[in-house]
């Protein structure tokens, strides 16, 4: 299992960025996705969640509105744009896939090495 995370940097408040996961070793369709985030000296903080098929989403109230979770099941990629950006947003972000097919949880075991975003002025 391997999951690949990219496209974080470094943004004003205000600006956007998207990440990608492009992910290997497991039938990535068949799996419920997530992102999760940590923030410096801060625990992991769930972020948002997708259905297999694209169909089901599910985010943080924090995030609500600013961010948009998506996913290419033909790509094996899975995608998180990040709208309207504050300096809360500054962490290192996951993907991670849940445990078992089909079946959506929070175990965020399987993860990727992370993409670091930083929000500052």
């Known amino acids: 299992v391997q999951l690949e995370e990219s496209g974080g940097g470094s943004v004003q408040p205000g600006g956007s960025l998207r990440l990608s996961c492009r992910i290997s070793?497991?039938?990535?369709?068949?799996?419920?996705m997530s992102w999760v985030r940590q923030a410096p000296g801060k625990g992991l903080e769930w972020v948002s969640s997708?259905?297999?098929?694209?169909?089901?989403?599910s985010y943080a109230n924090s995030v609500k509105g600013r961010f948009t979770i998506s996913r290419d099941n033909a790509e094996n990629t899975l995608y998180l744009q990040l709208n309207s950006l504050k300096t809360d947003d500054t962490a290192m972000y996951y993907c991670?896939?849940?445990?078992?097919?089909?079946?959506?949880?929070?175990?965020?075991?399987?993860r990727g090495q992370g993409t670091q975003v930083t929000v500052s002025l």
């Open positions: 991670a896939k849940a445990s078992s097919p089909y079946r959506p949880d929070n175990d965020y075991n399987y």
């Open positions: 997708i259905s297999p098929a694209g169909s089901i989403k």
């Open positions: 070793g497991f039938t990535f369709s068949n799996y419920y």
